[in-house]
């Protein structure tokens, strides 16, 4: 015997009652599909959620598929199974044939979407790339962050730009686009600078640091400094020094780019992406 919960995310079926009940199956209501359906940028966050569902040992299951985007959308959330008007009416057999050609081309179209997503995100971020590796190239010869930051700041959608130490903690003040400190509202005032801060556990500074002379990208996230999502840009670099002095240890630049409503990721794509960024190699 199986069991199955129904309705997950409409009125009371929620995570308290998978981890209690643990369940075969969860059923995720009809409403995630048309919400999703209405909103792809909800596709994130039903992809997380499906995944906190495997983590509960459950499959999980997206009722209500009626088109060929609902059935595109599910497949790209990751559930185990699908269930709708789209594949077939309700039957008391399995028909392991029934539109099995469909199937096929929905999964060549999913490779479609997935390689149209990341070519659309690496056009819409490459000048910030380009812009945070410059930054850092300038920084590593001794420039002023206000002049190694000029260039990403001037791009629409930029936020702020930052230097972090080679333990995490930001060196020196938040450098904002002139308009955005102030955009982000009041509530927000007591974080507009966050020098000293450690911002060790983020993956922006983990990567960079992993990688340097080559500029990192993280996924989308809400900001602490703001409204809205967020995308950072980094690149690690080290400051060269007089001759003869030590070493000052590894620096990462980072610059925020929006990403929510009124974002770059809503902006009209480029025609083209820039070249992948490549800068002199980082000071050993």
């Not at 490779?111 to 997503?117: E, S, Y």
């Amino acid at each position: 015997m199986l069991i199955a919960l129904d309705d997950f995310g409409a009125g009371h079926s929620d995570f308290d009652r998978v981890w209690r009940i643990r369940p075969d199956i969860v059923k995720l209501d009809r409403s995630l599909v048309t919400a999703l359906a209405e909103d792809p940028a909800r596709l994130r966050v039903i992809t997380q959620t499906v995944s906190v569902l495997h983590e509960a040992e459950a499959l999980v299951l997206m009722e209500g598929i009626e088109t060929a985007r609902e059935a595109l959308l599910a497949l790209e959330s990751d559930v185990d199974l699908v269930q709708g008007f789209y594949f077939a009416r309700p039957h008391p057999e399995l028909d392991r044939r029934a539109r099995h050609d469909d199937i096929v081309a929905l999964h060549g179209e999913l490779a479609r979407f997935r390689a149209a997503q990341r070519q659309r995100q690496k056009n819409l971020l490459a000048p910030f790339q380009n812009a945070i590796g410059y930054a850092g190239v300038l920084l590593s010869a001794g420039r002023s962050l206000d002049e190694a930051a000029r260039s990403f700041l001037a791009l629409p959608g930029a936020l702020v730009c930052f230097v972090l130490d080679e333990s995490g903690f930001q060196v020196g003040p938040n450098l904002w686009v002139e308009d955005q400190r102030t955009a982000q509202g009041p509530a927000f005032s007591p974080l507009a600078q966050a020098d000293g801060a450690c911002w060790a556990r983020r993956p922006y500074f983990k990567r960079a640091l992993q990688s340097p002379g080559r500029v990192q990208v993280t996924r989308p996230y809400r900001t602490l400094g703001g409204k809205g999502m967020t995308v950072t840009v980094s690149y690690a670099f080290q400051q060269a020094q007089p001759h003869g002095e030590a070493e000052s240890g590894w620096r990462v630049v980072c610059g925020d780019v929006s990403w929510g409503p009124g974002g770059v990721r809503h902006a009209e794509e480029p025609d083209a992406a820039d070249p992948p960024p490549t800068f002199p190699a980082p000071l050993a």
